[in-house]
């Protein structure tokens, strides 16, 4: 006889974490091929010159508290010795980047994969942060994981979180300090102390960065106050930005951060000249690889065409993004310098607008959108609106490079001094001393510092496409050269998406290492 089920069962319970998981289960599939594509062969490619700048200076901190240019045997310097001040503070970038890595060498030792993994992990928290963002913004969980899919697939955003340097920091403090002003918004009582802490945290990352994300925001308050939108008061935005000036303004007195121009690179051409050279090339940095301008007119269509039913809040808060865009790159068009990665901040902001113009195009067709998300992903074929007009395939490249080995020069180079030389000995060279240093503890001297000195190198390294070249040679009368089998290319691998290798260059000339 079968037996009745008691009336009384109770139902199934389900949990609130168990719930929030099954809300959230795109999220959590996106994280996951993030975390993949991130971590897969991290510490494969050496540390180039930057990084092992960042790196060699988290050392320091360990030995002395602080970061210190000047360790006893090596000066750390890029910039003709004005990155430090007299008592060899290092003073020429905010410290945020270096207390990270120093934090994660003390937990897990001075090497490559330390020296790179916690910025990783502040890039998948970014993709997170990004994800609950968009869907404050504009309410839409759809929009959220088309946004976080992109970034999460993002050639410029992958290439810059596999990096020792700032970018990760700036990017999550950007969405940080965007979430904590839409919470100002609302009038959440703790947005104050997130947006105070989210100020900090993007000023000590990157000081132009943060310029430009404040000039944006305080457009966009204008804005609002013109049209009528709802905004924060004014008060709830001075309060933690007066709070956090604080900090900010005895660092800018401390560490003289308007006299940063770079003494090699910056260029000599007039003002009007240089803004118009450097906007343009932005423009077609952001076309290339962060936004086609293809999609602008499909972006202005769907802000400003009223229709009925759509929220003008969503549409206020478009325009949050828009002229932080702007700002942007009218603040990076007016410094002296012209290098992509400033631009890293704006490629979640972009991955957004480029999530409303998927999902408007969904409403008509889910296979005309999930065509265009392809595309997007896996070409640049949106972008040949603009020059260079060479079809790429970058996200298949950026694949092929984490399942593969790559050979740099630095790496070449590094091994090579290794095997035979020794900490003693001292290096001359005309770029890379800093990875030198790094990786063997040799004393070195190279770019951006005085290369006539009066002692002897036991090693002298003529890097090709670099100045100081012919000084050098006349050194090398009574050395032995040595040429070794990795390419001379100008980087051991920077993350800039227009500089980037992806696998290693075969066709290069050979380094070539001088022997006394």
Known sequence: ????????????????????????????????????????????????????????????????????????????????????????????????????????????????????????????????????????????????????????????????????????????????????????????????????????????????IYLSVMGGIILHYLYCRRQGCARPSLRSILTPTAAALTAIVPWIIYSRAWDKSNPFEEYKMPLVSRVQLIFAKNILYMNSFIFPLLFAAALAWILFKRRKGDDETSRANSMLILLIIACTIAVLSAMPWMYFRYLIALVPLCCILLALVIDRIMVFSKAVAGGVMVLLIFTNVFSLTLPPYALRFDFLNYLYEITHDYDGPNEGIVTYLRTHGHQDQFVITNYGQLPIIFYTGMRAIGFGQNLRTSGKADWIIIRKGRGDQEYLRSLCAQYQAITIDYPDIPWENRPDPSHHYYRTAVKAPRVVIHKK
Not at 118 to 144: C, Q
Request: hydrophobic share 50%; proline share 3%.
């Open 1 to 208: 006889m079968n037996k009745q089920p008691r009336k009384n069962t109770p139902p199934l319970r389900v949990t609130k974490e168990g719930n929030r998981l099954a809300r959230h289960k795109y999220l959590l599939a996106i994280l996951l091929l993030g975390s993949v594509l991130l971590f897969k062969n991290l510490d494969n490619i050496y540390l180039w010159q930057d990084e092992a700048e960042t790196a060699l200076l988290a050392q320091n901190i360990l030995t002395y508290g602080y970061p210190r240019a000047w360790d006893g045997k090596n000066i750390i310097s890029q910039n003709a010795e004005r990155d430090f001040n007299q008592h060899y503070v290092w003073t020429w970038s905010p410290w945020l980047q270096l207390y990270i890595t120093a934090g994660s060498f003390r937990l897990f030792g001075a090497n490559t994969l330390a020296a790179r993994f916690p910025f990783v992990l502040i890039a998948i928290a970014s993709l997170s942060l990004l994800y609950f963002f968009t869907v404050r913004l504009h309410g839409s969980k759809r929009v959220a994981e088309t946004a976080t899919l992109l970034m999460a697939t993002s050639i410029p955003f992958l290439l810059h979180a596999r990096q020792c340097r700032w970018y990760m920091a700036a990017v999550f403090s950007t969405l940080w300090l965007l979430y904590a002003y839409l919470m100002l918004q609302k009038q959440e009582k703790r947005g104050t102390v997130h947006c105070a802490l989210a100020s900090l945290l993007l000023f000590f990352s990157n000081y132009l």
